[in-house]
Structures are given as C-alpha cells and as structure tokens.
C-alpha cells in the first residue's frame, strides 16, 4: 500500500458499494472485507471486488480504517445503532455512508465513540457494473461534514475520479428530492410514453424517443427553461385540451390511468413556470388551466383511480 492509504471495509455490495469499494481499490486503498448476502450481491463483489473476502459485518467494521456504509436509506438509522449498542466503532475510524437523504447526524453513534463521519453521496445512478468506474469521472458527490472533516471527504471523492459539492446537513433531505424527482421521475415519464407508443403499433418506442429527448435534456441543461418547447409553452390550448382526451381514453382502454395524471400534473407545473417566467401571458395561461381541468366525466370510472 502507497502511505496514506487505508484499509476499507464494504458493508453492502449493492450497485453503488461495489463500485465505490472498486473505486477506492483502484485508488490504491485495500479493500479489506465486503459484506453480501443475496446471490446478487456476491456475484456483484465477486465481479468488482476479486478476492476481497466476504465477511460478517463486525468483522468488517473491526478490521477497518474507512467503513464505507452502503445500505438503504431507511437501513441505515438501525444499522449504525445497533453497531454502537455492541461497541463496534473505533476511536479514529472513518465512518462514511453513501446515503443521500441523511447528513451526518444519522451517524451520531460512531462520533459519540470518536469516529470520523462523513456523508459521500454519489449524484449518479448505478447498474453495478464495471461501465459505472468510467461514469464517476463525471459525477458530482453530495459531500457533507464537520467543517475540519471536509478535506478527508473532498479527498475520498477526489480519489475515485469524482467532484465534490459540499451539501449542509440540513439541506440534504431536499438536496435528495431534487435528484430523485430529476432521474426516477425521469425513467418513469420515458416509460409510459413508450407504452403509448407500443400500445399504437410502434415497433420501436425508443428509436423514436431516443433522439428527441437526448437533444431536450443537453438543450436543458444548458439553456435551463429557455429550451422549453411544446404546446403548453406555445399557449396552445386545444392541442392540450387534445391530449387530455386523447389520455383519458387511453387510460380507459388500457387502465393507465397514471399516464394521463402524470400529463395533467405536468402540464400544470409546466404553464406556471412559463407564466411566471413570463413566456406565457396571462390569456394563455388560463386557456391551458382550462384545457388541464376539463374533464369527459368518465376518467372516476378508470380501475387505476
């Protein structure tokens, strides 16, 4: 090992544990013990993380310089508790979690036993293999820590390739809704526009999607609402007031009605940012609101509602 390096102990080869502990690895640290349980897992750690033996987690926490915590977010309260209840944490220890919902006040527990804690959350979405080492060279860790702590945060980060954006702990609750609400929601609208495709015949929904929305999301990411086009932007309320329809017919005869609420709410949240921003005047907005809130009276009798 190079000096300064550690030794790192996985606990929870998921998608995002794997690949970490294979960055930290890559990085010149020794991974020193990974926990898995689902077949899934241990193929995971097996693929990632060659010959890291797959330990019970005291063990991998006793044997540990860096604790890399890798679990659900709703795990994670429990798990650093009921280490502490067993004396498990180390005085010095680096104790981070890669959790984006939690700061570092989840893990009270290891400080109060004079750890080191740190919040490392990767701003990336993972499949768990090893295309996603080249996808940390572009990705943003949502990093929070004591103020004295931060360097050895930014450094960890930095290490695997990575950059650094200090969170405060009591923004990272809406730091996590912003990404979730960005990439999950995101997954889900491609999803049920290429079932509407698919339910019309298309043969491929994402030869025909694939295109339009790479160009919508880089001319959003650069340009921010300015790239908005589209009939609610345009003012156009009877193409809206067509869709809606259209929607709701679609949700009876197939009994997705989630589409067309996720149309209506959309479309609502589309025409107030365009009103306040200005782009739409104030005729338009009302005229797409119209459009939104009219109903055939027969969207109550979808089985999804």
């Not at 606990?11 to 960055?23: D, F, N, T, Y």
């Not at 330990?55 to 044997?63: A, F, G, S, T």
């Not at 990404?179 to 609208?189: K, P």
Request: aromatic share 2%; with cysteine; glycine share 10%.
């Amino acid at each position: 090992m190079k000096p300064g390096r550690l030794g790192v102990g996985i606990i929870g080869a998921g998608k995002v544990g794997a690949v970490l502990g294979a960055a930290l690895r890559a990085a010149g640290h020794a991974v020193v013990g990974v926990s898995a349980v689902s077949q899934a897992s241990l193929d995971r750690a097996e693929l990632l993380l060659p010959g890291v033996p797959v330990l019970e987690i005291p063990d991998i926490v006793d044997r540990s310089e860096l604790v890399l915590l890798a679990v659900p977010d709703d795990a994670l309260p429990d798990l650093v508790a009921g280490l502490a209840k067993t004396g498990a944490w180390q005085t010095g220890q680096l104790v981070a979690h890669t959790s984006g919902r939690y700061g570092v006040s989840v893990l009270a527990p290891v400080k109060a036993a004079g750890g080191i804690v740190l919040a490392l959350h990767p701003a990336m979405t993972f499949t768990g293999m090893s295309l996603d080492l080249t996808r940390l060279v572009d990705c943003t860790f949502g990093i929070t820590a004591e103020a004295a702590m931060l360097p050895i945060a930014q450094a960890l980060v930095v290490e695997m390739g990575a950059e650094p954006v200090v969170i405060a702990e009591a923004d990272r609750v809406l730091y996590h809704a912003a990404l979730a609400h960005s990439a999950n929601h995101l997954v889900t609208i491609v999803a049920q526009a290429a079932q509407i495709l698919g339910d019309i015949g298309v043969e491929s929904p994402n030869q025909v999607l694939g295109p339009l929305l790479r160009a919508a999301l880089e001319n959003a990411l650069a340009g921010g609402e300015s790239a908005l086009t589209g009939p609610v932007a345009r003012g156009d309320a009877g193409t809206v007031q067509a869709h809606t329809q259209a929607l709701r017919e679609h949700a009876l005869d197939t009994g997705s009605a989630d589409i067309v609420e996720a149309y209506l709410a959309l479309s609502a949240a589309t025409a107030a940012r365009a009103a306040r921003r200005g782009k739409l005047s104030a005729e338009a907005y009302l005229g797409i609101q119209a459009a939104l809130s009219e109903d055939d009276g027969h969207a109550a009798d979808s089985p999804e509602n």
